[in-house]
């Protein structure tokens, strides 16, 4: 069993910038891969990044690309999420998440995680 907690959501004004934290309970941490997904009131849960294991590959949703950073620390059991130029429409709950996907197409799959963290809110005001 994983245990996520996610930290580092708030109010910021568009053009803003905040760096979302997630801390895992696991020392197997390094096992999981891990994602980051958000979901807006009224809308359905939305990948939005994501890294493999050693943290050499990185994935993002094209309405981030270029904006948001996802990187982790394996010894320190965490990942982090760098979201610069902020915009209205990235409002929303972020969670953290850990998985195993079995292929690369996996990464921004909902059910590929099989563990997830509270959330923590971000809010972009105009």
């Known amino acids: 069993q994983v245990q996520l907690v996610e930290s580092g959501g708030g109010l910021v004004r568009a053009g803003g910038s905040l760096r979302l934290s997630c801390a895992a309970s696991?020392?197997?941490?390094?096992?999981?891969?891990m994602g980051w997904f958000r979901q807006a009131i009224g809308k359905e849960r939305e990948f939005v990044a994501a890294?493999?294991?050693?943290?050499?590959?990185?994935y993002y949703a094209d309405s981030v690309k270029g904006r948001f950073t996802i990187s982790r620390d394996n010894a320190k059991t965490t990942v982090h999420l760098q979201m610069n130029s902020l915009r209205p429409e990235d409002t929303a709950y972020y969670y953290c998440?850990?998985?195993?996907?079995?292929?690369?197409?996996?990464?921004?799959?909902?059910?590929?995680?099989?563990?997830w963290g509270q959330g923590t809110q971000v809010t972009v005001s105009s």
């Open positions: 998440a850990a998985g195993v996907p079995h292929y690369e197409e996996d990464y921004s799959t909902l059910s590929t995680y099989d563990y």
């Open positions: 890294i493999s294991l050693d943290g050499g590959s990185l």
């Open positions: 696991q020392r197997t941490f390094s096992t999981y891969v």
